[in-house]
């Protein structure tokens, strides 16, 4: 069965300071790994990693995936009040459709 | 815990048909079922917000004949596209919550998705 974990499953810092959220997967068939903030409504798109070790940035964000340790992590440098959120993980594990394994997602508050 | 499965994972329909997709809560109770919608460079779009027991919530833009919602249970909802047609060929992602005493939901668990082909 595939499994996606993501740790801390709940995160309170202080505006300013840098996260990282955590990501690990056990799945059959490997395609991609995708993170998703969820505000409100829908995920927002963040990233999308295939390839091991190559870090992927926007902004103040940034993630990279270790394929050989089957995880991935999220950075969110100098933390804004606006990054509060539920950051999601997902692995399309898909052997000929695209199916998608969420976890449960890190939920991040930043305080002023 | 906090499972939620979608069945089936993989549809190919001809174009004029009806495809109906489940989404189970198999662990938990969920009083409230998300519909999204999955675009070209992985956005989600939420189409619907439904509470088991009531009609469901549309989000602006999506048409409630097209694509209909029940909740007939706490662990069950089914969305169907009707008279489906190729773009609507798309991935579906249902995800699941529970409730909170005050109102409002909790963390939403996801489902596998369902990839929708329309020939």
């Known amino acids: 069965e595939d499994k996606v974990v993501q740790s801390p499953l709940s995160l309170v810092v202080h505006e300013g300071d840098t996260v990282t959220l955590n990501c690990s997967y056990e799945v059959t068939n490997f395609r991609s790994l995708l993170w998703y903030k969820q505000e409100k409504k829908a995920p927002t798109f963040l990233f999308m990693l295939?390839?091991?070790?190559i870090e992927k940035k926007s902004g103040r964000l940034s993630s990279i995936l270790d394929k050989k340790e089957l995880f991935s992590i999220l950075n969110i440098t100098a933390t804004q009040t606006g990054d509060s959120a539920v950051y999601l993980c997902?692995?399309?594990?898909?052997?000929?459709?695209?199916?998608?394994?969420f976890g449960k997602g890190t939920k991040l508050s930043v305080i002023p | 815990g906090a499972v939620v499965s979608q069945h089936p994972s993989w549809v190919i329909c001809k174009s004029g048909t009806s495809v109906k997709i489940e989404c189970r809560s198999l662990?938990?109770?969920?009083?409230?079922m998300f519909w999204y919608r999955q675009f070209p460079k992985q956005s989600l779009m939420l189409m619907a917000t439904s509470n088991e027991g009531s009609k469901a919530t549309y989000e602006q833009g999506v048409e409630k004949d097209k694509f209909l919602i029940n909740h007939a249970s706490l662990t069950l909802s089914t969305l169907t596209v009707t008279s489906a047609h190729p773009e609507d060929s798309s991935f579906y992602i249902c995800?699941?919550?529970?409730?909170?005493?005050?109102?409002?939901?909790?963390?939403?668990?996801f489902g596998p998705g369902t990839r929708l082909t329309v020939l």
């Open positions: 997902a692995v399309d594990s898909g052997a000929g459709s695209y199916q998608l394994t």
């Open positions: 995800s699941a919550s529970f409730g909170l005493a005050g109102g409002g939901t909790d963390t939403q668990y």
């Open positions: 662990d938990f109770q969920a009083t409230t």
């Open positions: 295939t390839s091991s070790g």
